[in-house]
């Protein structure tokens, strides 16, 4: 027997309840609650796929159900539909604002109910199945780059090998460790959209993940004459200077590299890409420059998802994903293009 999707029908009147498990019965499996404590308890016991769920209640009404829903980590991911005779739209967007995905009015339209819930339900089967192919190829990906990042070390053991294979081993190793950590950020930056990630920020020398970026996109920028320099508190870093921060290095190397990958595809031949670091007693500044203007097209969406202008294997995620991982860090981020030179700076308090 197949396993029906369960739907938590929640009205403190009998009539309408029996009017969706009426519409509802065949295809879901249907449990009901005529009050929000009883809902609750429901909610947390049965784990329903989808809850429809009546707004004007006594006692506790349907803005408070939602809310103690979402606050409970057991239930916070079960989409709410919330079912009212109400049409001001202050009411809807009170709903929405709340974590509620849709509304559906009464009296009850049949082929409405019926689709609202089937559509969500498809869905959330649709995330669940991304999430699980995401954690399948995490997985299974990870195995052949355990001998990426692991056998150039084996060979430079294995002999006396001259600066330039041991350079060339060494890039080998690197896109190793990209590859991995851009696995790592698949789930990352989905949980980021959701809400849901968990942030754990530790000491780190940023400096040291600027010129790992940098060590990346070394040879286009050679080919094209470009320089790519690290600037700390105001003047050119030296080599081994050191920028301690706190926060997630994985994430700021994803973000770094997206924005210095940016920055050398929009910037002319023979031009500097700089990546700033700065500090105060409240914060802290890290800023790439770059010259050149951004698009008319795209200067009022910069950081929105698939924003991308001119570019044949642009996928308009980078700028968005930086703003996800500024935002990770409780920071934000801006852009500014005047006097041909495009900035983009991420704040983070400290």
Same mark, same amino acid.
């Given at each position: 027997?197949?396993?029906?999707?369960?739907?938590?029908? $929640?009205?403190?009147?009998?009539? *309408?309840?029996?009017? +969706?498990?009426?519409?509802?019965?065949?295809?879901?499996?249907?449990? !009901?609650?005529?009050?929000? &404590?009883?809902?609750l308890k429901l909610a947390?016991?049965?784990?329903?796929?989808?809850?429809?769920?009546?707004?004007?209640?006594?006692?506790?009404?349907? #803005?408070?159900?939602?809310?103690? +829903?979402?606050? &409970?980590?057991?239930?916070?991911?079960?989409?709410?539909?919330?079912?009212?005779?109400?049409? &001001?739209?202050?009411?809807?967007?009170?709903?929405?604002?709340?974590?509620?995905?849709?509304?559906?009015?009464?009296?009850?339209?049949?082929?409405?109910?019926?689709?609202?819930?089937? *559509?969500?339900?498809?869905?959330?089967?649709?995330?669940?199945?991304?999430?699980?192919? =995401?954690?399948?190829?995490? %997985?299974?990906?990870?195995?052949?780059?355990?001998?990426?990042?692991?056998?150039?070390?084996?060979?430079?053991?294995?002999?006396?090998?001259?600066? %330039?294979?041991?350079?060339?081993?060494?890039?080998? =190793?690197? !896109?190793?460790?990209?590859?991995?950590?851009?696995? *790592?950020?698949?789930? !990352? +930056?989905?949980?980021? =959209?959701?809400?849901?990630?968990?942030?754990?920020?530790?000491?780190?020398?940023?400096?040291?993940?600027?010129?790992?970026?940098?060590?990346? #996109?070394?040879?286009?920028?050679?080919?094209?004459?470009?320089?790519?320099?690290?600037?700390?508190?105001?003047?050119?870093?030296?080599?081994?200077?050191?920028?301690?921060?706190?926060? =997630?290095?994985?994430?700021?190397?994803?973000?770094?590299? @997206?924005?210095?990958? @940016?920055?050398?595809?929009?910037?002319?031949?023979?031009?500097?890409i700089r990546v700033r +670091?700065?500090?105060?007693?409240?914060?802290?500044?890290?800023?790439?420059? *770059?010259?050149?203007?951004?698009?008319?097209?795209?200067? @009022?969406?910069?950081?929105?998802? #698939?924003?991308?202008?001119?570019?044949?294997?642009?996928?308009?995620?980078?700028?968005?994903?930086?703003?996800?991982?500024?935002?990770?860090?409780?920071?934000?981020?801006?852009?500014?293009? $005047?006097? @041909?030179?495009?900035?983009?700076? $991420?704040?983070?308090?400290?």
């Amino acid at each position: 027997m197949s396993h029906k999707p369960t739907v938590l029908a $929640v009205d403190d009147t009998p009539e *309408n309840l029996h009017v +969706l498990m009426d519409l509802l019965k065949v295809d879901y499996a249907i449990i !009901a609650a005529k009050d929000g &404590e009883k809902a609750l308890k429901l909610a947390h016991s049965k784990e329903p796929d989808i809850i429809l769920l009546d707004v004007m209640m006594p006692g506790m009404d349907g #803005y408070e159900v939602i809310k103690r +829903l979402k606050s &409970e980590e057991r239930t916070k991911d079960i989409p709410v539909v919330f079912v009212t005779s109400l049409s &001001e739209a202050g009411d809807e967007t009170r709903g929405l604002a709340l974590g509620a995905i849709d509304y559906i009015t009464k009296p009850f339209n049949p082929d409405i109910v019926k689709a609202r819930v089937r *559509n969500h339900l498809e869905l959330r089967e649709a995330v669940r199945m991304r999430e699980d192919v =995401e954690r399948i190829m995490r %997985h299974d990906l990870k195995s052949p780059l355990t001998s990426v990042i692991s056998l150039p070390q084996l060979i430079l053991m294995s002999g006396d090998f001259d600066d %330039h294979i041991k350079s060339m081993l060494g890039r080998i =190793e690197d !896109a190793g460790y990209t590859v991995l950590s851009m696995i *790592n950020m698949s789930t !990352a +930056l989905f949980k980021m =959209e959701r809400g849901t990630y968990s942030f754990v920020p530790e000491s780190f020398d940023l400096a040291a993940v600027v010129r790992k970026v940098f060590l990346g #996109y070394e040879d286009t920028a050679q080919m094209r004459g470009q320089e790519l320099v690290l600037e700390i508190e105001g003047s050119t870093a030296v080599p081994g200077q050191e920028f301690m921060f706190f926060g =997630e290095e994985l994430l700021c190397y994803s973000m770094l590299g @997206n924005l210095v990958g @940016n920055a050398v595809d929009a910037s002319p031949k023979g031009g500097t890409i700089r990546v700033r +670091l700065q500090q105060t007693d409240d914060s802290v500044r890290i800023s790439v420059h *770059n010259p050149g203007m951004v698009p008319e097209d795209i200067k @009022n969406r910069f950081f929105a998802k #698939y924003a991308t202008s001119g570019k044949d294997r642009g996928t308009g995620l980078g700028t968005y994903s930086a703003k996800l991982i500024a935002q990770a860090h409780k920071g934000d981020i801006f852009m500014d293009s $005047v006097d @041909n030179e495009v900035s983009v700076s $991420v704040v983070i308090p400290r």
